[in-house]
């Protein structure tokens, strides 16, 4: 149910953007210098998601939710692709994989991982022989050519479904991740609540996956789909979209969505803890992206509504950009460092909207992130979403918008952007570009 809800969400961000905002506008001045480096036209995938990754050579790796050549979908299964810089510093693209939408699954939704060999990881939404999604396995060849292999194919029910979340390795070499459905709970309209599960090699040379966790709804959170993250005690931490608490702004039994940790614990098994329940208006609700750590522990993330009601009204406020910091008492201090929206209209914000992706830091150690709607052109009219920088000052924190989209040069980025080590941030459009099939960017603060 809840996927059916994002999908809807989606559709209305484009029919909207398509109806609404004049395009071809130029956009406001920036200091920042960005270049569209790939551009999606079908045939090679179309609707870029998930966080980008890199390798120790600066090639660059990630997924497209539809497209490629196969008729077994009606626009495409979805394609895993490589972009390479070459010596005349263009940038060239190898499609890896393209979903056929049978047992190799189908609409990958989360980003990539890579191991140490270089082969790299990820999962679908759907196919596979349970018609729940795959994990899956990409390894080069010798000839060139990349070879899958589907690790574990989800059978809904308690076994899990539709998983969207980015993986994650341990130092051991086991796959941690999320479904957004399936698992032992009962949640929304009788749909399932989703699951945390870890996939591992076994002594036969194959993959076994085991449940860690199932969530259940209301207070205990439903709904992940944003990436995971290790700490360096082997505890990790995510979000879940919904549930947290049963007594917020989101209604007596949806919620408006937590941060989780999951501990290991001496009997071999996982616990899970609420770091942090959403309430929406001013301190923000359902979180789509992860969260990320500092080298003291504290969490930062992003929330897609709340923070300003009076703001994007419709959706309760446009979003923020929150941190959690351990207190010493076993419990965690939430504080808001920038809340979206600058006006009073559901669409005209300068600041941006809907911030769906993770943050990530950058050169001088400020955060950046991706608002998904929103941004200002110089003509007065909404665009297709920006690039922000948050940094602090004597006064909290400050956002600079590096870029607004226009359609023309991408619309709608609602992923994390990925830092290379020299000052350059890379990231996705899930719409825009000269085809409307997205866009890969690179930009420079």
């Not at 050519?145 to 989800?154: M, Q």
């Not at 989703?194 to 259940?216: D, K």
């Not at 110089?378 to 297709?384: K, T, V």
Request: proline letters at 4%; charged letters at 15%; a negative charge.
């Amino acid at each position: 149910m809840i996927n059916k809800m994002r999908q809807n969400f989606w559709k209305w961000v484009a029919v909207t953007a398509l109806t609404i905002i004049a395009s071809g506008s130029e956009v406001l001045a920036q200091s920042a210098t960005f270049t569209i480096i790939n551009q999606f036209n079908g045939a090679d995938g179309r609707q870029p998601v998930g966080n980008l990754i890199s390798d120790s050579v600066g090639n660059i790796y990630g997924v497209t939710n539809e497209g490629g050549k196969t008729s077994q979908c009606s626009n495409g299964c979805g394609t895993v692709f490589k972009l390479s810089k070459t010596s005349s510093g263009r940038w060239t693209r190898t499609v890896l994989h393209e979903f056929a939408g049978g047992t190799d699954g189908s609409f990958p939704g989360a980003g990539l991982v890579m191991d140490s060999h270089g082969n790299v990881y990820g999962t679908t939404q759907l196919g596979g022989v349970g018609s729940s999604g795959v994990v899956y396995e990409l390894s080069p060849t010798e000839s060139g050519s990349w070879k899958e292999n589907v690790l574990h194919a989800f059978q809904g029910g308690r076994d899990g479904a539709q998983p969207y979340s980015q993986m994650v390795f341990d130092g051991m070499g086991n796959l941690y991740g999320t479904t957004s459905e399936g698992g032992t709970g009962n949640c929304g309209s009788g749909g399932s609540c989703g699951t945390v599960f870890e996939v591992s090699p076994n002594a036969s040379g194959g993959w076994s996956e085991t449940i860690i966790y199932n969530f259940s709804g209301n207070g205990d959170g439903w709904d992940p789909v944003g990436p995971l993250v290790f700490d360096n005690h082997g505890n990790f931490y995510g979000t879940a979209v919904m549930g947290g608490s049963s007594n917020d702004d989101c209604g007596p039994y949806y919620g408006c969505g937590e941060v989780f940790q999951l501990s290991p614990s001496s009997d071999g098994g996982w616990s899970k803890a609420t770091v942090y329940a959403f309430q929406e208006d001013l301190n923000g609700g359902y979180p789509y992206g992860g969260v990320i750590l500092d080298a003291e522990g504290n969490l930062y993330g992003t929330d897609s509504t709340g923070g300003r009601p009076s703001d994007c009204q419709a959706f309760q406020g446009c979003g923020l950009a929150f941190a959690l910091r351990p207190n010493g008492k076993g419990a965690w201090t939430e504080s808001t460092l920038f809340a979206f929206g600058d006006s009073k209209d559901d669409f005209g914000t300068s600041t941006g909207a809907f911030p769906y992706g993770s943050l990530v830091f950058g050169p001088s150690g400020y955060l950046y992130g991706t608002a998904s709607y929103g941004g200002r052109l110089n003509n007065g009219n909404n665009a297709y979403g920006v690039i922000f920088q948050l940094s602090p000052d004597a006064e909290g924190w400050k956002e600079t918008v590096l870029h607004v989209f226009h359609l023309s040069d991408g619309a709608n980025p609602a992923y994390g952007l990925l830092p290379d080590g020299s000052g350059n941030l890379f990231g996705t459009t899930f719409l825009g570009g000269q085809n409307n099939g997205g866009v890969v960017f690179e930009i420079t603060p």
